[in-house]
Structures are given as structure tokens and as C-alpha cells.
């Protein structure tokens, strides 16, 4: 049996670019779209569903991520609030599956809420199929199929999974569009068969206060130049293990000219929602703020008059800063009752990662930080690209 292990689940599909951004020629669309993910009762389990995933990170990091080539077409997304989506065919003529984007997961797979239909274009491989996630599972049969995310968007042999059992996925979402590279991924054959010329992806997201929301593009090839503001600033991943597993940066971080987080290793990831950081870092944040730990929520809550003396939290990647204002550090407040919340509580973003700094992944920049920051991953120069937008300093939250 063939096991592949995710490790990034949902959207991040992009490394950077060391040197100068990656021209986008004919690039393709596809919308990313939002939707929470709640339980029986209707919460959305922010914190429970990342700590899972962090757990997950770490128990897997021993298996080396590879680099995998990118491409050069957009398609936007679904953030299903913990989770983003997209709407993928797959055969001929294809059927249409609601399928959650995932960087870190080796496998395109289906059939976990539609059964899937097999045409002239699908074929069996006989190989099994085993994934893992933080929070749910599958596994099933290997096939190889023509998938479609676009019309510019095909792929005629791609290798994907059909579920003959799985878990923990929510209803409506069929299994995930993989980036990740134990096996040739989505951009892998877009890029061999000549779809696609460069290996970059560009990430957009955008702030929303609503349940379901589309709100993000992802753009393959490189940058789209509609997205951001400013200068596309590219780093190298960093060589510190086990963040060099996956999309690794270094960086420190500092709250009203104070060191928080002193440079270290952690990742970029779009599969988690909130902002984690190291526990040291994290009490060193709590006293700052004066933030409390809500019970509830399981996030930290200020008062109004600690909100309003909120000072911008100031990220350093490669010399250049980047600036979480005290909006941005705000989960939004239309959206307290989906996580269990009081309609009229401040609660903030960060939280604890649950292990000291000095580990190697020392933080995750998550969602939160995306959507304030346009983002390009690169695998030919395995780097990171991230730029400001319109949305930086909104104040949406």
C-alpha cells in the first residue's frame, strides 16, 4: 500500500522567487471561496481544528518535502473559514467536484461526499491510497484521470484517489486538490505538459467578515500585479529543520519596538487560520497586550480600551518588515458567533504554538497574516515572495 501523508491542508500553492518576480503572461483565474467548518452544534472550532493540524505538522516533519515545479494560470479558491475550495472536473465529460485546496497533500482525491464517475479517461491503477490529515482521513484507489480547473487549466493524465472510506471532511466537500510532491501534483503536469511556463504561484486572499466568502485567487506562473501594492520582496526558504520541510521562512517579530520572537525558523501556511507563535513569544505578547485567555473560544480577548491601545505587531522577513495593524490582529467580529463567541467580544489572532522557541518551527503564519500580505511561492529558486494590498491596513475587522 502507498501512503502519502498531508501535511498542509487547504490552500497555500506557492513558494518564492529569489531574484526578480516572475513575469505573468496569459494567467487563468480560478476563485478561492471561504466556508466555515462547524460541528454538530454549529461552532467552528478555530483553534481545535489548527491545533490538530500543528500536531500533524510536527509528527510528520521527519518526512522531507521535495520540491514540485508551479505554474503559471490562475484560479481562485473557496476559504471555507478554515478551509478553502474549489469547484474541479474531473473526466470526460467531466464531473464537477467541490474539492478543498491543499499544498501539502500529495494527492488529488474524490468521493467522499459525490461518488465518483468514471469515463473513457479514467484509469486504474490498482495502487492503494492512505492519507492522513490533522483533522480527518481517507483512503482508496489510485487512478490516473483528466482533471479540469479551468479551461486553461487541464491536466490529461493526473494521478488521483477515490475514496473508499474517509473522515472528517464536511458535507458538500468531496476530498482536496493537492500541491504538495510525493507524487506529480495538479502543477507538476501542468508544468510538464507545457501548460504553464514557470514554477510560481501567486496567493491572494482578502478579508472577510462574512461565513462564505469568495475571496481569493490563486495565480499560476507568478504574480498577479492587480493583487498588490508596492514591491514583490522574495526570501530564501530557510535551512532550519523541520520548518525546511515544508514552506519555511525565518523571521522575528516585535510588538511596539519589543522583541517578541527573536529570528527563527517557522512556515507559511494557509491551511491554518490564525497567527501561531512560540510559547515564550506568546507570554511575551499576552503581557504586552494585556489580552486574557478566553475559555470559550480558546482565544486571547482584550477590552475595548486594550483594543484601542493595540500597537502594530511588526513581522522582519529578509529585512523587510511587515506590519500587522491592530485591525489585522482582530478576528473579526461579525464572525464571533460562528466560533462560539459573544457577538460583542474583542478576540485577537494570535495564539500559542505549544512549544518554546528554539525548536525549529517556532511559528505559522497562517491565514490571518495572508490576507493582509499577496503572496508568490516559488519552487525553481525555493523561495518566498510577499508583497503588501489594498487590504494591509483595512479595516475590516
Do not use: C, H
Amino acid at each position: 500500500m502507498a501512503r502519502f501523508t498531508a501535511l498542509l491542508s487547504l490552500l497555500v500553492i506557492a513558494l518564492g522567487a529569489t531574484a526578480s518576480p516572475v513575469p505573468t503572461s496569459s494567467t487563468a483565474t480560478m476563485p478561492i471561496g471561504r466556508r466555515f467548518k462547524t460541528n454538530s452544534e454549529g461552532v467552528a472550532k478555530i483553534v481545535e481544528n489548527d491545533r490538530a493540524r500543528i500536531a500533524q505538522l510536527k509528527n510528520v516533519a521527519n518526512n522531507k518535502a521535495t520540491s514540485s515545479k508551479r505554474a503559471e494560470y490562475s484560479f481562485a479558491v473557496t476559504n471555507g473559514a478554515v478551509s478553502y475550495y474549489a469547484t474541479v472536473g474531473v473526466g470526460s465529460p467531466a464531473t464537477d467536484y467541490t474539492l478543498i485546496v491543499d499544498t501539502g497533500s500529495s494527492n488529488t482525491w474524490v468521493g467522499a461526499y459525490k461518488r465518483y464517475t468514471r469515463t473513457s479517461t479514467s484509469k486504474s491503477t490498482g495502487g492503494r491510497v492512505e492519507v492522513s490529515y490533522g483533522s480527518g482521513e481517507f483512503e482508496g484507489t489510485e487512478y490516473t484521470d483528466r482533471v479540469t480547473l479551468s479551461s486553461n487549466l487541464v491536466i490529461t493524465s493526473q494521478s488521483i484517489g477515490v475514496a473508499s472510506y474517509s473522515e472528517g471532511f464536511g458535507d458538500g466537500v468531496d476530498g482536496t486538490v493537492s500541491n504538495a510532491n510525493t507524487v506529480p501534483t495538479v502543477t507538476d503536469n501542468l508544468y510538464s505538459q507545457g501548460t504553464i511556463s514557470a514554477d510560481a504561484v501567486g496567493v491572494s486572499f482578502a478579508p472577510t467578515t462574512s461565513e462564505s466568502d469568495t475571496n481569493g485567487e490563486l495565480t499560476f506562473g507568478g504574480a498577479d500585479t492587480t493583487k498588490y501594492t508596492g514591491t514583490l520582496n522574495y526570501v530564501p526558504l530557510t535551512t532550519t529543520e523541520p520548518a525546511s520541510y515544508y514552506w519555511g521562512v525565518d523571521q522575528a517579530i516585535t510588538y511596539n519596538g519589543e522583541t517578541i520572537l527573536a529570528e527563527t525558523a517557522g512556515i507559511v501556511d494557509t491551511g491554518t487560520t490564525l497567527l501561531y507563535i512560540a510559547t515564550d513569544a506568546y507570554d511575551r505578547y499576552v503581557s504586552a497586550t494585556g489580552a486574557t485567555l478566553d475559555s470559550t473560544t480558546g482565544l486571547l480577548e482584550v477590552s475595548a480600551a486594550q483594543y484601542a491601545a493595540l500597537q502594530t505587531l511588526d513581522f522582519n522577513i529578509g529585512g523587510t518588515t511587515y506590519g500587522l495593524t491592530a485591525n489585522a490582529q482582530l478576528w473579526p467580529r461579525s464572525l464571533n458567533t460562528y466560533i462560539g463567541g459573544s457577538s460583542g467580544s474583542l478576540y485577537l489572532v494570535v495564539n500559542d504554538i505549544g512549544s518554546n522557541s528554539g525548536e525549529g518551527l517556532d511559528f505559522i503564519n497562517g491565514y490571518v497574516f495572508l490576507e493582509r500580505f499577496y503572496t508568490v511561492f516559488d519552487t525553481t529558486t525555493s523561495s518566498i515572495g510577499f508583497a503588501t494590498t489594498s487590504y494591509t491596513e483595512a479595516t475590516t475587522n
